[in-house]
């Protein structure tokens, strides 16, 4: 029976033997519908690649079912590469091609027809603004543009789901953003679209679903709306410390991380002005260098529930450095 379901992953579980063992996957249920771009994020290690190569049969599970767009992907491996387009995390090699003629020649293996092929291929050079390089030998374009040709190359006749494995690694924001409506765009044309991210900014703009994965188990699995409700009505609190100056909070935060000169809490709305006025003396007083205050983000519950993930926050955006600003 067809189901809306592209993807349906239940009880995932792979251990990597070796020294100690690892248990990668700890029995993840996962689901992408046609149309939704479904979020995976988790800091380094947490399982996201080893879920992904399971899906297009790279990896054996130990346990546990894949089905694909109605085919056990497990037992049939090579239907379901053909029914996934994935780009994955490392750029496969293009030397002594363009990147339109790696587009292009992607798109004819995967058995899209010639004269589609190349009015997809320019479409997509256009709409990621890669015209100026794409008929540049691929060794003399930069990390940011062969991302990106990786990522056309995945997409050019893509399957029913497509697995985006860190996209826009190395991109620049501008060109990043078109990106992310392509991504959109694969969505509203019917795919159920994987997007494997580091990066909770990322997340936030693009996802309609987003899987929270940490040491092999989904700790939360949510619309981006649904993740952040339990934190309605507070704030983040964001200070960055003075050096050998001890950090006394207001006593209405809740004190959260304090780390690399920079400590955060939060505090609820209600007494958001006191909090605004007890920093903005420190920061006249010398004990604060600046400080902000935040409407609670995914970024917030994603530290909430995995701990202070550097990596995760990594690729934030970082809050002005003037002498405190309120959202
Ligand atoms: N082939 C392998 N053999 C042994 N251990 C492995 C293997 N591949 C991955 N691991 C381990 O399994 C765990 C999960 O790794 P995985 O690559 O799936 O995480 P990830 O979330 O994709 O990380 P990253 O964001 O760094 O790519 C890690 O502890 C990793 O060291």
Redesign the pocket.
């Known amino acids: 029976m067809r189901t809306d379901n592209v993807l349906t992953v239940r009880g995932l579980r792979k251990r990597?033997l070796?020294r100690g063992g690892?248990q990668?996957n700890d029995g993840i249920d996962l689901d992408v519908s046609a149309g939704q771009v479904v979020g995976l994020l988790?800091h380094?290690?947490?399982?996201?690649?080893?879920l992904v190569n399971q899906v297009v049969g790279l990896v054996l599970p130990d346990a546990g079912t894949i089905h694909l767009d109605g085919t056990d992907a497990i037992a049939q491996p090579h239907l379901a590469r053909e029914r996934a387009s994935i780009q994955a995390?490392a750029n496969v090699p293009i030397t002594g091609l363009t990147p339109r003629r790696a587009i292009e020649l992607v798109g004819r293996i995967r058995g899209g027809s010639p004269g589609l092929v190349r009015r997809r291929a320019s479409t997509l050079i256009d709409a990621l603004d890669l015209g100026p390089w794409a008929d540049t030998p691929a060794e003399k374009v930069s990390g940011g543009i062969a991302r990106l040709t990786a990522f056309a190359m995945t997409v050019v006749h893509p399957g029913r789901l497509v697995v985006l494995d860190e996209p826009t690694n190395d991109v620049d924001p501008v060109r990043r953003r078109l990106l992310w409506q392509q991504i959109r765009a694969l969505a509203d044309d019917g795919r159920g679209v994987l997007l494997v991210t580091?990066n909770v900014r990322e997340a936030e703009r693009v996802v309609d679903r987003l899987a929270i994965?940490d040491h092999g188990v989904v700790l939360a699995d949510d619309t981006p709306a649904g993740l952040t409700a339990p934190l309605h009505g507070s704030l983040t609190v964001e200070v960055d410390l003075v050096p050998d100056v001890a950090l006394t909070w207001h006593p209405a935060v809740r004190a959260g991380t304090n780390a690399r000169g920079r400590a955060t809490g939060t505090v609820s709305a209600v007494h958001a002005a006191d909090v605004v006025g007890w920093a903005q003396n420190e920061v006249e007083a010398g004990r604060l260098e600046r400080y902000a205050l935040t409407p609670a983000s995914l970024e917030d519950v994603y530290v909430t529930l995995v701990g202070d993930g550097q990596h995760a926050a990594a690729d934030a955006a970082t809050p002005g450095t003037g002498a405190g600003e309120a959202a």
């Open positions: 990597y070796g690892v990668a988790g380094n290690g947490a399982g996201k690649t080893t995390q580091h994965l």
